[in-house]
């Protein structure tokens, strides 16, 4: 069983930039590819970026390509997803995920509670 706790949220202005973390504990965590998704209020929860076990393939959706980068150390057991240039349309609550790599958050196991990130226009 893994436990998942993410950090970093908070509002920043259009253009600004956040850093989440994933603490993982509980479980082998280098098993497992690593997933961030997000959803903002009244919409359904949408994949943002993915990381295999290795660090050695990514895959973001398109509304995060060339501006997030999503990365992790084994050694801390923890993933990043660092935003920049973010935007108003960002906002919404950040979950990251251990599990298959996957763009679908049914091949994901384990779910952190999600952290708040708000763009201000």
């Known amino acids: 069983q893994v436990q998942l706790v993410e950090s970093g949220g908070g509002l920043v202005q259009a253009g600004g930039s956040l850093k989440l973390s994933c603490a993982a504990s509980g479980g082998t965590f280098s098993r497992y590819a690593m997933g961030w998704f997000r959803q903002a209020p009244g919409k359904e929860r949408e994949f943002v970026a993915v990381?295999?076990?290795?660090?050695?393939?990514?895959y973001y959706a398109d509304s995060a390509l060339g501006r997030f980068s999503v990365s992790r150390d084994n050694a801390k057991n923890t993933a990043y997803l660092q935003m920049n240039r973010l935007k108003p349309e960002d906002t919404a609550v950040y979950y990251c995920?251990?599990?298959?790599?996957?763009?679908?958050?049914?091949?994901?196991?384990?779910w952190g509670q999600g952290t708040q990130v708000t763009v201000s226009s």
């Open positions: 995920a251990a599990g298959q790599y996957s763009a679908s958050s049914r091949e994901f196991d384990y």
């Open positions: 990381i295999n076990w290795s660090a050695a393939s990514v």
